[in-house]
C-alpha cells in the first residue's frame, strides 16, 4: 500500500474542507444577520457541495495512486467497497466506517440538532441521501425532493425535505471521519492525520461524540 499517496489524499481533503469551514464560521459569526437575511440560507448548500466534491476525490484519488481509474467512483458505501477491492486488494474498506453527524431534531429532544454516531445501514442511507442532494444541485433540480432515508435530514410540513447549516457541519465531520478510517485501514494505522478544520462549536453543536478511530481529534 502507498502510505504516502494516502497522506497526499488526506492532505489535499484537509486543504479544501477549508473553505465550506469557512462558509459555516461567516455563517454562525453573523447569526442574527442570518436570521434576518434569507440569503444566507444559500450558504448551507455551497458550503455542502464545496464539501461533497474534495469527498468524492479523496477516494478517486487513491484509487488513481494505485492504478484505477482517478474519477468516477461515487461517495457510496457499495461502489467504494467495490472499486477499493477491484484496485487496491481490500476486500471491505467500508467495514469499520462510523461517522459523527448531525440529525433532525426528534421528539423529546428540545427541537435541537444533537451529534449522533451512525454505522451500517443507516450511514449507507445517509451516504445516498447526500449524493442525492448533490445531484440535483448539480444539475439544476429541486434539492428539497430528495429523499430522507437516514432521517438526518429536516423533513419539512410539505413532504419535501431542507438540508441545514448544523447537517452540513455534521457532513464535514462525517467526511473527515470516514476519510481518517479509510486511511489507517488501508495503511495499518501508519497513516498521517492532518489537522482538520473545524468550524466554530456554539450551543449544542459543542461536544460531539468521541471519534470513532480511536485517536484524539
Do not use: C
Not at 65 to 76: E, L, R, S, V
Not at 101 to 110: K, L
Not at 158 to 179: C, H, N, P, R, Y
Not at 198 to 213: E, H, K, L, N, W
Request: hydrophobic letters at 35%; zero cysteines.
Amino acid at each position: 500500500m502507498n502510505v504516502a499517496a494516502v497522506e497526499d489524499a488526506l492532505s489535499v481533503l484537509a486543504a479544501r474542507l477549508v473553505t465550506p469551514v469557512d462558509l459555516i464560521t461567516i455563517h454562525r459569526d453573523n447569526m442574527d444577520e442570518a436570521r434576518r437575511n434569507s440569503r444566507y440560507r444559500s450558504m448551507r448548500y455551497g458550503a455542502f457541495l464545496l464539501t461533497y466534491g474534495p469527498f468524492e476525490m479523496f477516494f478517486n484519488h487513491v484509487i488513481g495512486a494505485h492504478g484505477g481509474p482517478p474519477q468516477g467512483t461515487p461517495a457510496t458505501m457499495e461502489r467504494i467497497r467495490q472499486r477499493f477491492s477491484q484496485h487496491l486488494g481490500v476486500s471491505d474498506v467500508t467495514g469499520r466506517w462510523r461517522a459523527r453527524v448531525r440529525a433532525q431534531p426528534e421528539p423529546g429532544r428540545g427541537g435541537r440538532w444533537l451529534w449522533t454516531t451512525i454505522e451500517a445501514q443507516r450511514l449507507d442511507d445517509y451516504l445516498r441521501d447526500a449524493k442525492a442532494v448533490r445531484n440535483r444541485l448539480a444539475h439544476g433540480d429541486d434539492p428539497q425532493t430528495a429523499p430522507n432515508a437516514s432521517g438526518t435530514l429536516y423533513d419539512r410540513k410539505d413532504g419535501k425535505t431542507s438540508i441545514t447549516l448544523m447537517w452540513v457541519e455534521g457532513f464535514v465531520q462525517a467526511v473527515q471521519d470516514l476519510a481518517t478510517i479509510t486511511a489507517l485501514e488501508l495503511t495499518g494505522g501508519d497513516a498521517l492525520i492532518p489537522e482538520w478544520p473545524v468550524p466554530p462549536r456554539t450551543g449544542v453543536s459543542v461536544g460531539p461524540p468521541a471519534p470513532p478511530y480511536g485517536l484524539t481529534p
